[in-house]
C-alpha cells in the first residue's frame, strides 16, 4: 500500500498569512504515460464531510478560492493558502487515486494564531 | 443538483450485519466510493466500484466480509456489512468519483456504531 505522511500535523497561522501543508507519498503517484500525479486534497470542517480542493495535484475545483494552490509531482506535494482566512480553519488531507486502496494523509489542522 | 444521502447506519453487535444505503441524484454513470471516519480519527477508504458495477474494490480491512454493489435503475449504491467489528465503528460516507479516485461530492455520512 501507499503510504501518505503529512506535515506538520497541526499548525497555527495569522490572519491574511501564509499556510503550507506537505505530503508524501511512500511510492511515486505520477502515472508517466499520462504524467498526471494522481493526488487530491481535501479540507473539512468541523461537523463536514470533506470537500475536495484540489485533484491532479494542482487542479484547483470549480468555487475553490485561488488562494488555495497545489504543487508537487512524484512523491512530494504541497497544499499552499496564501493569505489564511478564518473560514480556513479545518483539518486538511492528502489522497492518493493512483492504485487501490486510495490511502488518505492523516491530516492537518489548521488554525488561526 | 448533485445530492448524495447515506441511510442504514445504527448500533450494532460484533459479528453483526448492517446494509447500508446511499441514494444519488443529480448524476448517473459514475464510479462510486465508501470512506470511513472513526471518530476523532482520519479518513479511510473502504470500498470503490465502476460506473457499471462490473469492478469492485476493497481495503484489506473490510475484504471478504463487506460487499459494495449498486443497482443502477434506482441509482443506489450499497455496502452490505458483515462480520462487523469495533474497529469499524465510524461515519461511513458515500462519495462520488470524478474522474477515478478524486471524489468530488460527498453525502453526509451514517453512523454506525459496533459495541457489545
Known amino acids: 500500500d501507499i503510504v501518505m505522511t503529512q506535515s506538520p500535523d497541526s499548525l497555527a497561522v495569522s490572519l491574511g498569512e501564509r499556510a503550507t501543508i506537505n505530503c508524501k507519498s511512500s511510492?511515486?503517484?505520477?502515472?508517466?504515460?499520462?504524467?498526471?500525479?494522481?493526488l487530491a486534497w481535501y479540507q473539512q470542517r468541523p461537523g463536514q464531510p470533506p470537500n475536495l480542493l484540489m485533484s491532479?495535484?494542482?487542479t484547483r475545483e470549480s468555487g475553490v478560492p485561488d488562494r488555495f494552490s497545489g504543487s508537487g509531482s512524484g512523491t512530494d506535494f504541497t497544499l499552499t493558502i496564501s493569505s489564511l482566512q478564518a473560514e480556513d480553519v479545518a483539518v486538511y488531507y492528502c489522497?492518493?487515486?493512483?492504485?487501490?486502496?486510495?490511502?488518505f494523509g492523516q491530516g492537518t489542522k489548521v488554525e488561526i494564531k | 443538483e448533485v445530492q448524495l444521502l447515506e441511510s442504514g447506519g445504527g448500533l450494532v453487535q460484533p459479528g453483526g450485519s448492517l446494509r447500508l444505503s446511499c441514494a444519488a441524484s443529480?448524476?448517473?454513470?459514475?464510479?462510486m466510493t465508501w470512506v470511513r471516519q472513526a471518530p476523532g480519527k482520519g479518513l479511510d477508504w473502504v470500498s470503490a466500484?465502476?460506473?457499471?458495477?462490473?469492478?469492485?474494490f476493497y481495503a484489506d480491512s473490510v475484504k471478504g466480509r463487506f460487499t459494495i454493489s449498486r443497482d443502477i435503475s434506482k441509482n443506489m449504491l450499497y455496502l452490505q456489512m458483515n462480520s462487523l467489528r469495533v474497529e469499524d465503528t465510524a461515519v461511513y460516507y458515500c462519495?462520488?468519483?470524478?474522474?477515478?479516485?478524486?471524489?468530488?461530492?460527498w453525502g453526509q455520512g451514517t453512523l454506525v456504531t459496533v459495541s457489545s
Open positions: 462519495a462520488r468519483s470524478q474522474g477515478w479516485g478524486d471524489l468530488d461530492y
Open positions: 443529480g448524476f448517473t454513470t459514475y464510479a
Open positions: 466500484i465502476s460506473s457499471n458495477g462490473g469492478s469492485t
Open positions: 511510492q511515486t503517484v505520477l502515472y508517466s504515460s499520462s504524467n498526471k500525479n494522481y
Open positions: 491532479w495535484a494542482s
Open positions: 489522497q492518493q487515486y493512483y492504485t487501490t486502496p486510495w490511502t
